[in-house]
């Protein structure tokens, strides 16, 4: 299963600076393999919502060509110290993950 | 299956009931996922493609997008990007890369209090331009920057 995401947050006046790093090969498909010249599967996050409080702030889709363990920064205003953030994701083989953490 | 058909009821489909009932294992994640990713977009070639599957084609030329990426990235596997708009109501962002063999990178909707920034790392092979697409008030809003690579992310 997949490894823990890190999530940092910050609050800056009235608004939560969220950062969430997720572990992840973000294997493009276009890599050839030295070798055998066969090209590496496509293996990377497609979807990525994050919630606070359960309400969805952010619903991304992502291409392969966003980094290897893609870095995800974005700020919610009104955000509170002690509200609930849920970060989900899920890549293009159904492999998913999920983390939770309190904003401070 | 009766404790899946209750949530669903109650929420209407919301997308937070959604994610809790997918934390909870009770959908299957590729169902419930799947329909989101725009595939028609990000298997688009060429940028102009890409930008009508987005539904951003004829998007207005804007100064209000601001785009915060280096001039020279060093490594292309790894460049960072960082945009802010002025827009009002900005509902979502969308990061390109003309010269990518897909140029969609990334498609964001912010909603709920989410505000008109994100911030994120990018693979592009070579120079290349790079595009941010703010969709707003049933608006399309474009950027562009150029960023010019040294050592492709692609080839490895």
């Given at each position: 299963?997949?490894?823990?995401?890190?999530?940092?947050?910050?609050?800056?006046?009235?608004?939560?600076?969220?950062?969430?790093?997720?572990?992840?090969p973000?294997e493009t498909g276009q890599r050839?393999d030295?070798?055998?010249?066969q090209a590496y599967p496509a293996h990377f996050?497609?979807?990525?919502?994050?919630?606070?409080?359960?309400?969805?702030?952010?619903?991304?889709?992502?291409?392969p060509?966003?980094?290897?363990?893609?870095?995800?920064?974005?700020?919610?205003?009104?955000?509170?110290?002690?509200?609930?953030?849920?970060?989900?994701?899920?890549?293009n083989k159904?492999?998913?993950?999920?983390?939770?953490?309190?904003?401070? | 299956?009766?404790?899946?058909?209750?949530?669903?009821?109650?929420?209407?489909?919301?997308?937070?009931?959604?994610?809790?009932?997918?934390?909870?294992?009770?959908?299957?994640?590729?169902?419930?996922?799947?329909?989101?990713?725009?595939?028609?977009?990000?298997?688009?070639?060429?940028?102009?493609?890409?930008?009508?599957?987005?539904?951003?084609?004829?998007?207005?030329?804007?100064?209000?997008?601001?785009?915060?990426?280096?001039?020279?990235?060093?490594?292309?596997?790894?460049?960072?990007?960082?945009?802010?708009?002025?827009?009002?109501?900005?509902?979502?962002?969308?990061?390109?890369?003309?010269?990518?063999?897909?140029?969609?990178?990334?498609?964001?909707?912010?909603?709920?209090?989410?505000?008109?920034?994100?911030?994120?790392?990018?693979?592009?092979?070579?120079?290349?331009?790079?595009?941010?697409?703010?969709?707003?008030?049933?608006?399309?809003?474009?950027?562009?920057?150029?960023?010019?690579?040294?050592?492709?992310?692609?080839?490895?």
């Open positions: 299963m997949a490894e823990p995401m890190k999530i940092r947050t910050k609050l800056v006046d009235g608004s939560a600076h969220i950062a969430v790093l997720m572990i992840h973000m050839k030295p070798r055998s010249g996050i497609q979807n990525v919502t994050a919630t606070v409080n359960d309400k969805a702030v952010l619903v991304a889709q992502l291409g060509a966003i980094s290897k363990n893609p870095l995800l920064g974005f700020r919610v205003k009104g955000a509170k110290a002690g509200d609930k953030l849920a970060i989900s994701w899920e890549d159904g492999e998913r993950a999920r983390a939770e953490a309190a904003i401070a | 299956m009766d404790q899946l058909r209750r949530l669903i009821l109650k929420g209407g489909g919301a997308s937070g009931v959604l994610a809790v009932a997918l934390a909870a294992g009770l959908l299957r994640p590729t169902g419930a996922f799947a329909a989101d990713w725009n595939k028609t977009a990000f298997e688009s070639k060429a940028m102009a493609d890409a930008l009508k599957n987005i539904g951003a084609a004829g998007a207005a030329e804007s100064a209000e997008i601001l785009i915060k990426a280096p001039d020279i990235a060093e490594n292309g596997a790894v460049v960072p990007i960082e945009v802010t708009t002025r827009i009002a109501g900005a509902e979502s962002i969308a990061l390109l890369a003309e010269k990518n063999p897909f140029p969609l990178m990334a498609y964001i909707d912010l909603t709920n209090g989410a505000e008109a920034y994100i911030n994120t790392r990018f693979k592009m092979g070579q120079t290349s331009v790079v595009k941010v697409v703010v969709k707003a008030g049933g608006k399309s809003y474009i950027a562009s920057r150029e960023v010019k690579v040294t050592i492709g992310g692609c080839g490895g």
